[in-house]
């Protein structure tokens, strides 16, 4: 009842536009973007490729992987994204991390509760892809800890940034491996996921120069096996 008198005195007053197709918010408590946005994020549908997570070409397809399965997973056994990075999805993203969204990165890690169960068995832990803390400082946040947070298995921050990386977005495939190759290490809070089942989680997968690092790094730790899940799977288009 207050939450709703609440609601529809910031709408009234504010008027609060959707983060993503600047709608009026009827319920601007509920997040920044509207339920409509939310409704068109676009979506992978199965079958998809075992290793990579993308839509397999043919239904009928009888190979578990894709053909061009060109992405570096190092030791992550597959990786899995809601939709690829494109439409709304990216909008979503951009306005999350450039437009100071975190309630996005929250929301989009609910949208991805469904991926848990594309494994055929239960993720123990989810462990963050970290940013290096002069980053998050800056951001005032780290979406992939708030998309992590929303899954539903325990979190563990296994890992520490320790090198402040040039942006991803410019840099080239050979570019991202040499920047990333040693960014991560495996902290104290890493000994949680000794023997489990964990997922790596990041807002997007590119080349899998990123989370292979991470994979490597939390390697160390001894999991059982590492997974990875992303909001959106980015670069398709070159496939
Ligand atoms: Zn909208
Ligand atoms: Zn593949």
């Known amino acids: 009842m207050i939450r709703a008198l609440l609601d529809g005195a910031l709408a009234a007053l504010l008027a609060p536009g959707?983060?993503?197709?600047?709608a009026l918010l009827d319920r601007p408590l509920d997040g920044a973007v509207c339920p409509a946005c939310w409704a068109r994020v676009p979506r992978f549908s199965p079958p998809v490729c075992a290793r990579c997570g993308v839509?397999?070409?043919?239904?009928?397809?009888?190979?578990?992987?894709?053909?061009?399965?060109?992405v570096d997973l190092g030791v992550i056994a597959g990786a899995r994204a809601l939709g690829p990075f494109e439409g709304t999805l990216a909008d979503l993203i951009h306005a999350c991390k450039y437009g100071r969204r975190p309630s996005i990165a929250t929301g989009?890690?609910?949208?991805?509760?469904?991926?848990?169960?594309?494994?055929?068995?239960?993720?123990?832990?989810?462990?963050?892809?970290?940013?290096?803390?002069?980053?998050?400082?800056?951001?005032?946040?780290?979406?992939?800890?708030?998309?992590a947070a929303a899954l539903g298995p325990p979190v563990c921050e296994a890992l520490t940034r320790r090198v402040h990386t040039s942006p991803q977005a410019a840099a080239s495939g050979a570019a991202r491996h040499a920047n990333v190759r040693d960014a991560f290490v495996a902290n104290r809070e890493a000994r949680q996921v000794r023997?489990?089942?964990?997922?790596?989680?990041?807002?997007?997968?590119?080349?899998?120069?990123?989370?292979?690092?991470?994979?490597?790094?939390?390697?160390?730790a001894e999991p059982a096996r590492i997974v990875a899940l992303t909001a959106a799977r980015a670069e398709l288009a070159r496939r």
Do not use: K
């Open 108 to 147: 989009l890690g609910r949208l991805m509760r469904d991926l848990r169960h594309t494994w055929h068995e239960p993720i123990d832990v989810v462990v963050p892809v970290p940013l290096h803390p002069r980053r998050e400082r800056e951001r005032g946040f780290n979406q992939a800890a708030l998309v």
């Open 18 to 22: 959707c983060a993503v197709c600047g």
């Open 55 to 70: 839509p397999l070409a043919s239904p009928r397809a009888t190979a578990s992987c894709c053909d061009v399965c060109s």
């Open 195 to 220: 023997g489990r089942v964990v997922a790596l989680v990041d807002d997007v997968l590119t080349t899998g120069a990123t989370l292979s690092a991470a994979a490597a790094a939390l390697a160390a």
